[in-house]
């Protein structure tokens, strides 16, 4: 006659417990990097579709209205932050902007009034940028000009970019120590916008006079 026992059931042991936690940490402590690259790339991107949709709202408004639209960027030298405001001129003339309203504002400045997270300008081409009152005015047939001189951003010299194209480049940044990879929007003088990989920018700078290589 055969008889069957049963076992009690084997509860885990202190020791299990906590090999299985440190196995644990461990592979949290191996995912926190690749999450937070994830975030950093999340942030400069989110940035960059902002800049996209503000150039989209600018040609759609300048041909629904007839008025020239202006996108202003408040820095305009390398590693300043990210800022910039949509304008509507009071007429078709890229300098009514002066005279205009304000309609859309953004900022990754460091603490800024909507928590975001601190992006800036790492570079951009062509040089006309780096003048003070070379904003983005789109006109209502949708083409891009510079604002101050009614003229096409300057083509480079070596034609890698195409004519009154530019080209901006963004990063995060946290305590002035650059974070993560950049992204780059190139804004056509059709009036489109959208990203692009990395283009050479130090092969896009043109005469920075407007108009002209």
Request: glycine share 10%; aromatic share 6%; charged share 15%.
């Amino acid at each position: 006659m055969n008889r069957q026992f049963a076992h009690p059931e084997r509860g885990t042991t202190l020791i299990e417990l906590l090999v299985g936690l440190a196995i644990l940490v461990v592979l949290a402590g191996l995912a926190v990097p690749g999450v937070m690259s994830l975030w950093r790339g999340y942030n400069v991107r989110s940035a960059a579709d902002d800049i996209i949709q503000a150039v989209d709202f600018a040609r759609t408004q300048a041909q629904a209205n007839h008025r020239a639209y202006v996108i202003t960027l408040g820095g305009t030298t390398v590693n300043a932050p990210l800022v910039f405001d949509v304008w509507q001129g009071t007429s078709t003339a890229c300098a009514s902007w002066v005279g205009g309203q304000k309609v859309r504002s953004i900022t990754y400045a460091p603490n800024n009034s909507k928590n975001l997270s601190p992006v800036q300008i790492s570079r951009f081409a062509p040089l006309d940028l780096s003048a003070a009152t070379a904003h983005l005015c789109i006109k209502p047939d949708s083409r891009v000009l510079r604002a101050d001189l009614s003229l096409p951003y300057s083509p480079p010299l070596g034609s890698t970019l195409g004519a009154g194209d530019v080209v901006i480049e963004l990063a995060r940044v946290e305590d002035t120590v650059v974070l993560g990879n950049p992204v780059q929007v190139q804004i056509g003088y059709n009036g489109t916008a959208r990203i692009v990989v990395n283009r050479p920018i130090e092969e896009l700078f043109g005469s920075g006079a407007g108009g002209n290589p």
